[in-house]
């Protein structure tokens, strides 16, 4: 079945850098999402990559390599707010497949 | 933006009893809604997509006849959890998509969640 990995939790401190992997086994989707989703929120839109290479929007960056099956998010300039979960998002046409999902904990 | 709206926020029920949430996409048409469940730390889960006007579709294990789905306006979607029991329990999303084509991944946007509590 699909199944897309990460890692269960990430920790960093304010102002750091810090990359979410992402591993999948499964072909023939669109591109990958990220989300994420604060602790009783909604999840909100990050990036998405629809080609391989990597995607730029503030201090957020996504990267996919279909040929490896992985992407990954890189979050920059970290900030306490950006304690959160993340999600990578199989996308695909009427479908989104969710990630396992990353708790991020950023610490002063 | 595109803005989705769920009703209620929180409920808390007997077992036994149905429960009712609505979905709504306040400024924009969705043609097609998806229903999520989310437990605890943990990943969100698709349990069915609805299209306008006709039935949903459910993902391998989700009982239709349990979560019944609606989606009887370009606006509005509701899930309804009947018979609910404690196993139920669970973090309900919704979300919109605001454009559907053949050839190109939709825009889903995720209401702020209905948290469903029964006793």
């Known amino acids: 079945g699909q199944s897309l990995e990460q890692p269960s939790e990430v920790t960093a401190v304010e102002g750091a850098i810090v990359q979410i992997n992402c591993t999948y086994q499964?072909?023939?989707?669109?591109?990958l999402s990220w989300y994420q989703q604060h602790d009783g929120g909604a999840p909100t839109f990050l990036s998405y990559?629809?080609?391989?290479g990597l995607e730029e929007t503030g201090r957020f960056s996504s990267f996919l390599s279909r040929s490896d099956s992985y992407g990954y998010l890189l979050l920059q300039e970290l900030q306490m707010k950006d304690s959160a979960s993340y999600f990578c998002?199989?996308?695909?046409?009427?479908?989104?497949?969710f990630g396992t999902g990353t708790r991020l904990l950023v610490s002063p | 933006g595109a803005v989705v709206s769920q009703h209620p926020s929180r409920v808390i029920c007997k077992s036994g009893t149905s429960v009712k949430i609505e979905c709504r996409s306040l400024d924009f048409q969705a043609t097609t809604m998806f229903w999520y469940r989310q437990f605890p730390k943990k990943s969100l889960m698709l349990m069915a997509t609805?299209?306008?006007?006709?039935?949903?579709?459910?993902e391998q294990g989700v009982e239709k006849d349990k979560f019944l789905i609606n989606h009887a306006s370009l606006t509005l979607s509701t899930l309804t959890v009947t018979s609910a029991h404690p196993e139920d329990s669970s973090f309900y999303i919704c979300?919109?998509?605001?454009?559907?084509?053949?050839?190109?991944?939709?825009?889903?946007?995720f209401g702020p969640g209905t948290r469903l509590t029964v006793l």
């Open positions: 979300s919109a998509s605001i454009i559907v084509t053949s050839t190109t991944a939709d825009t889903q946007y």
């Open positions: 990559n629809a080609l391989d």
């Open positions: 499964t072909s023939g989707f669109y591109g």
């Open positions: 998002a199989e996308t695909g046409f009427q479908k989104l497949v």
């Open positions: 609805s299209n306008e006007g006709s039935k949903a579709t459910y």
